[in-house]
């Protein structure tokens, strides 16, 4: 695998599933990203992970629960989602630091979980 | 705050010819990084192209290259040659040099490069 990958790429759920969504970047980064895409809205970033430790929480409702075990690896725990919360979920990763490289702080993207909330 | 605004939610252009994407921004900022992303239909976002504000010169890659004002905060996306494999959404994107790492991002132009 190269890149970042995401798992699953589409998933429907009812409002009181509970699921997880997986991004897994293999590139080396330090940092870790969950956006939301929804159609004619910017991307709306959801959360940041900087060496793990979260950063930014974009004023997420808590029924989106991120989780980052590792510098790699990134899930987004979902539970009694609503309807509005359907969406294309994108994880992006990048390398943060002062080394001022051509790659550094240029976010990565996965190909996404499209969400569907019945 | 940063603002990131893309006027042109759709364009076209015959296969190639050249294109422009524009992308205007508002920052107090004077050191941030601009980005265009490129999303086909479907299929994974991916980096086209990036610039460094405290760089003069325009970034270029292969058939793409932007028009960095910086004092008129503008940053659009010349696209020459167009392909039929250009067809898809682009992204400008704004990231302050300092801080949190964000990205502020436009709401898109929709390309299709017509055969």
């Known amino acids: 695998e190269t890149g970042v990958t995401q798992t699953p790429r589409h998933l429907v759920m009812g409002m009181t599933n509970k699921k997880s969504l997986k991004c897994e970047q293999h590139?080396?980064?330090?940092?870790m990203y969950w956006y939301k895409q929804s159609a004619k809205k910017p991307l709306e970033l959801m959360f940041v992970?900087?060496?793990?430790?979260?950063?930014e929480n974009n004023s997420v409702p808590s029924r989106f629960s991120p989780e980052c075990p590792n510098s790699s690896h990134l899930f987004l725990h979902l539970h009694t989602l609503q309807p509005e919360d359907s969406a294309l979920y994108l994880c992006?990763?990048?390398?943060?630091?002062?080394?001022?490289?051509?790659?550094?702080?240029?976010?990565?993207f996965g190909p996404g979980t499209r969400l569907t909330v019945l | 705050a940063q603002t990131v605004t893309q006027s042109q939610p759709e364009m076209s252009v015959q296969e190639a010819e050249t294109v422009t994407l524009s992308c205007t921004y508002d920052t107090s900022e004077s050191n941030y990084y601009l980005f265009w992303y490129k999303q086909p239909p479907s299929r994974q976002m991916i980096l086209v192209i990036r610039?460094?504000?405290?760089?003069?010169q325009n970034a270029t890659e292969n058939r793409f290259s932007v028009n960095f004002q910086k004092a008129a905060k503008s940053f659009s996306l010349k696209i020459s040659d167009s392909q039929l494999g250009d067809t898809a959404m682009y992204f400008c994107a704004f990231m302050a040099s300092s801080g949190t790492y964000k990205y502020i991002f436009g709401t898109g132009t929709r390309l299709k490069v017509l055969a």
């Open positions: 992006a990763s990048s390398q943060l630091g002062t080394s001022g490289g051509d790659d550094t702080d240029t976010q990565y």
């Open positions: 992970y900087n060496f793990k430790e979260q950063t």
């Open positions: 590139l080396g980064h330090n940092a």
């Open positions: 610039q460094e504000a405290y760089k003069q």
